[in-house]
């Protein structure tokens, strides 16, 4: 069946770069997401990016797509401690998204 | 816009009572979904609702009920409270089918003792 992997911590140090990686099994998604879920709230899109594309760059965030492996990344540049959060990959190929278990980002000061 | 809104925010339930948590989007979006959050485990999908009076089931269905009765509301009952439906529930609307953006609302922590 259709699953979402992804790594469930990640400490980095503020003004370093952050990589969340991601693996998919479902071929047919048109797109793939990153949510970002702050303490006591429910999830946000991030940024997204289409299956036909390899990369894409918004401000600090670059999300890099392998089709051929089925992997996702997400790149903070300059991490910040508000970048604090837990992370969310998911898939969609319709209306229904499958979302992974989230990996934990810890920005130490 | 409020977006969605959910209530309640918290709630504590005794084994076998029921309540319902009310979900509301303001975007007048037809798709709505009810995810159910357990530490570690990512977000489970329950219902599903594609529009007024459509709904269906999702990965993890049992024990709950939801109705579509209005594109804004898309409510989900539990009968018979278990203690393993302790978990924090959030409701999602989305407007396409392609690019299915979800809005999720702020979420309910139940705990069932």
């Known amino acids: 069946g259709e699953d979402v992997e992804q790594s469930l911590f990640l400490s980095v140090r503020e003004g370093d770069s952050s990589v969340i990686n991601c693996t998919y099994t479902d071929s047919s998604s048109t797109y793939l997401y990153w949510y970002k879920q702050e303490p006591g709230a429910g999830l946000q899109l991030l940024t997204y990016i289409f299956s036909n594309m390899d990369m894409k760059q918004d401000q600090r965030l670059t999300v890099l797509l392998n089709k051929k492996d089925k992997h996702l990344s997400l790149r903070i540049a300059d991490t910040q401690t508000g970048d604090s959060a837990i992370y969310f990959c998911a898939e969609t190929g319709g209306f229904k998204t499958i979302f992974g278990a989230g990996t934990r980002l810890f920005v130490k000061a | 816009n409020a977006g969605v809104t959910q209530t309640p925010k918290f709630r504590i339930l005794k084994i076998g009572q029921s309540m319902t948590l009310q979900c509301t989007q303001d975007?007048?979006?037809?798709?709505m979904y009810w995810y159910r959050q357990d530490p570690g485990m990512g977000l489970k999908l329950i219902y599903y609702?594609?529009?007024?009076?459509?709904?269906d089931k999702g990965e993890v269905p049992n024990g709950y009920n939801v109705s579509r009765s209005t594109t804004e509301d898309f409510p989900l009952r539990l009968e018979l409270a278990a203690p393993s439906q302790t978990s924090v529930y959030f409701c999602?609307?989305?407007?396409?089918?392609?690019?299915?953006?979800?809005?999720f609302g702020p979420g309910t922590r139940l705990t069932v003792l």
């Open positions: 999602a609307s989305s407007y396409s089918t392609s690019h299915n953006e979800q809005f």
């Open positions: 609702s594609v529009g007024a009076g459509i709904t």
């Open positions: 975007m007048n979006h037809n798709y």
